[in-house]
């Protein structure tokens, strides 16, 4: 079937260290999946950081980066330099091209950033 | 930026009562959406909702449940009876021009639903 999978529930990362948060997907019945990072900060509601419709094509978002691989089957989520204001679950999600409405989701990862 | 505004943010009821979710939408979005999400577990796609219709429903979205958006205001959701296993954190969801475009969702915080 088709599923997201993030691997870690929580990464704590230094201020000013980099950060990878790893999502690979599965799109068995979806030919063209449109991949997505969406973000919940502290007492807000979820919102897009970034997303990408084509593969091989990157998106950027806040000085967060990701890169939509075909062959890996991945959309690992990038910083080169985190803040303590970063602090947040990140979503990894897919959908079918055309089709923003029945998101898949990964289970989320929370990204704590000590100052 | 827009925000989408649900009501309450926590909700304790007894099993077999009925229980009303309320979303206040961004004011001109005309598609909405409700997703669910159980402890531990991915949130799920539940159903859409455009021009007073239900466009599409998925599994999870059982006959004890109802969608509404009476004269324009809030978007309901309604489960009647409610059963232990829809103890859930319910997310709602509008956009403007909904699903045949890559548009962004914008999300309420969530209801968490408790049922005894």
């Known amino acids: 079937g088709d599923s997201v999978t993030q691997t870690e529930g929580q990464v704590t990362v230094s201020e000013s260290k980099s950060l990878i948060i790893n999502c690979t997907y599965s799109a068995t019945s979806i030919a063209y999946p449109n991949l997505f990072w969406y973000v919940r900060y502290p007492g807000e509601g979820l919102q897009l950081l970034l997303k990408v419709i084509t593969a091989g094509q990157k998106g950027s978002s806040r000085g967060f980066e990701a890169t939509y691989n075909k062959e890996t089957t991945s959309f690992h989520l990038q910083k080169a330099s985190v803040q303590e204001s970063d602090s947040a679950v990140y979503y990894c999600?897919?959908?079918?091209?055309?089709?923003?409405?029945?998101?898949?989701w990964g289970l989320g990862t929370s990204l704590v950033v000590n100052p | 930026g827009p925000k989408v505004l649900q009501i309450p943010s926590h909700q304790i009821i007894d099993m077999g009562q009925m229980v009303t979710l309320n979303c206040d939408p961004v004011?001109?979005?005309?598609?909405f959406y409700w997703y669910k999400q159980i402890l531990g577990q991915q949130m799920e796609f539940l159903v859409n909702?455009?021009?007073?219709?239900?466009?599409?429903k998925s599994k999870l979205f059982k006959d004890q449940f109802s969608v509404e958006r009476p004269d324009g205001s809030y978007f309901t959701l309604k489960i009647q009876p409610t059963a232990l296993e829809d103890s859930a954190v319910y997310f709602c969801?509008?956009?403007?021009?909904?699903?045949?475009?890559?548009?962004?969702?914008?999300f309420g915080h969530g209801t968490k639903l408790s049922v005894l």
């Open positions: 909702f455009y021009n007073g219709k239900v466009m599409e």
């Open positions: 969801a509008s956009s403007q021009t909904g699903v045949i475009s890559n548009e962004r969702l914008f």
């Open positions: 999600a897919l959908t079918d091209v055309g089709d923003n409405s029945k998101l898949i």
């Open positions: 004011s001109n979005h005309l598609y």
